[in-house]
């Protein structure tokens, strides 16, 4: 067959037509729903530690957003956002990567911040927005950020982290830092332009960055077959700008680990960014602001629900014995006294002091914002009761 | 009449235009089957069909840009963006494009039949991202209108205006609102102008200018001077661009004090541009500066946002200024 050099690409002579049927992309599983594993499958690296710590930080999270979406419908903290379902895909990640590797989330991956050592006390004060809050009580509940465990602060807009992830990759590797970005965002954020941005150019600049697609089945009420997309998922798309991708199953502890393992080899020895597309199911409303039974059935959700990523990692710890029921058990009521105590305290904690409502704006806070926070006070010294929650400490 | 809260109306004007022409079109993200995330959009889909009231994928500026093109072969497009602080990828279409259309073209093409729909505003614990009035950066583009009603009877009579207008026209909504305020509304179609103020209440004190949610912050601190006896005319500014100069500066001649309120921050924010142009036409019967009651110059915060806001006891505190100045 003649070739084009210039292109590098083959000349035929009739018309041939490219279709999503013309690359089929399969999902890597090795834990399959009945919690045994596939006899030939390829094994992430790991031992009984590794998945004993990929566990607990599982469970606690599922207690942890079981718990504070309770405290939401009970008024004591304003929005909540779950990850119920989807806890294997940010916890086993986390768990494939070094602990200097970035972490830039959308707003579901509190797993991958528990993993990383981010305390039930330091959850409940961003939940809280109270002084003690590393975010200064500034953004809603969720929107986490933590600099010395390398985990971006949240920023609602979707996708606006897909290409910053790979610039910040671009400065570890010019750097020498050897270390990677993972990038963490849904199939609905995979539609906005930043997401092209993103991986276009981190093929071309040839950057260490994780790629990690959480295809959850919804962006909000959206459902993503037929509606968000037409094509095969987001998985084509990796190829499409020229960068290896791997589809897996998000709800296998090991798929994701295997993967994941072997992306940050990619990224880090061979500046290869990578595109994961992990399959998974949103157990929970998109957030506590929405009630899934207004676009999906109850039968969809059951589904997915013997498919669930704890109770299929539970399986197979306890088969192995790894895990036994007391231990989970034990496990569940530490952890959920724990998150309750820290709940109480971090409730009774006060806002920040009003001079913080200027600082960060700039580097320094500017003579006119100083002037309007002198008026502020001048007028809160007025009506202190309207202002209870600062009124008490002015100076 | 029917008794609605503000989404009511949205969505009763919705439903009167779709019905009128087969070629209004609403969409953007989660609007159809379920109707929106504030239901602004819902039983549109059961009665005008998956085709003409329908979810878009998750990317604004494809929402904005597919509506540009749509309006501009001939048919009316309603895009909503979710929320105003998601507006700003599609900020290229709407200032580059949308607004440009007709003058680049010597107006052989026109997007005279778009109207963006978005949810603004604060006081909603809506922290950064889910609080802010973006309408300043718009206002200073020529080329599209912006339009923000204060209660359903003014959603519904300028949403329909609006849409039939031939200019694009971004409509924000208060969300504060949107099920807060209610009150009687007229089930048929009417409409109300774009581009003329309301004088909501006569007086001769002094005149306070709000627009959207902030004209009820503004009708509680009128409240609260009138009882000191301050007699106030209150103003809708209704269309902050073209804004009714008429309106505004014949108050001002008549009661020499004005006090502007606006949700956004205060640099920069319309409420400046009302005050150069009043400043400009009735600098002589002025008998105090004219006071801005803004945002401070900060990002929306969640925890201090009672603090942050422009409320009712920040404008009652100006209009107090002003009439002791």
Redesign the interface.
Known sequence: MAKDKKHNTEIVTKPKWFDKDSVTIPMLQILKEDGSFHKDADMPEYDKELIVKIHDTMQFIRILDERMIAAQRQGRISFYLASRGEEAESVASAAALDAGDMIMGQYREQGALAYRGFTVEQFMNQLFSNEKDLGKGRQMPVHYGCADLNFMTISSPLGTQIPQATGYAFGQKMDKTEKCTICYFGEGAASEGDFHAALNMASVYKVPVIFFCRNNGYAISTPAQGEQYAGDGIAPRGIGYGMKTIRIDGNDVFAVLKATQEARRLAVEENEPVLIEAMSYRMSGHSTSDDPTGYRTRDEEADWQAKDPLERLQKWMMNEGWLDKDHVEEHHAEVKAKVLAALKESEKVPVPHIDELINDVYDEPTDMLKEQLDELKEHIRKYPDAYSKTSGRLD | MAKMNLLQAINSALDLAMAKHDNVYSFG??T???GG?FRATSGLTEKYGKHRNF?T??????IIGFANGLASQGSFAIAEIQFG??I??AFDQIVNETAKFRYRSGNEFNVGGLTIRTPYGGGI??????SQSPEAYFAHTPGIKIVTPRNPYEAKGLLLSAIFDKNPVLFMEPKRLYRASTGEVPEEEYTIPLGKADVVKEGTDITVLGWGAQMEMTEKAVEKAEEDGVSCEVIDLRTISPWDVETVTQSVLKTGRLVISQEAP??GGFASEIAATVQDKCFLYLESPIARVCG????Y????E???MA?H??IY?AIKRSMNY
Do not use: R, S
């Open positions: 993200e989660d159809g089957g379920f995330v979810n994928p998750l990317v604004e500026q494809g602080d998601y700003f990828p614990a809506g922290g950064h991202y889910h205060i640099t401070i110059d900060v990002p915060p969640l925890c201090h009672k603090e942050y409320d006891l920040k505190e």
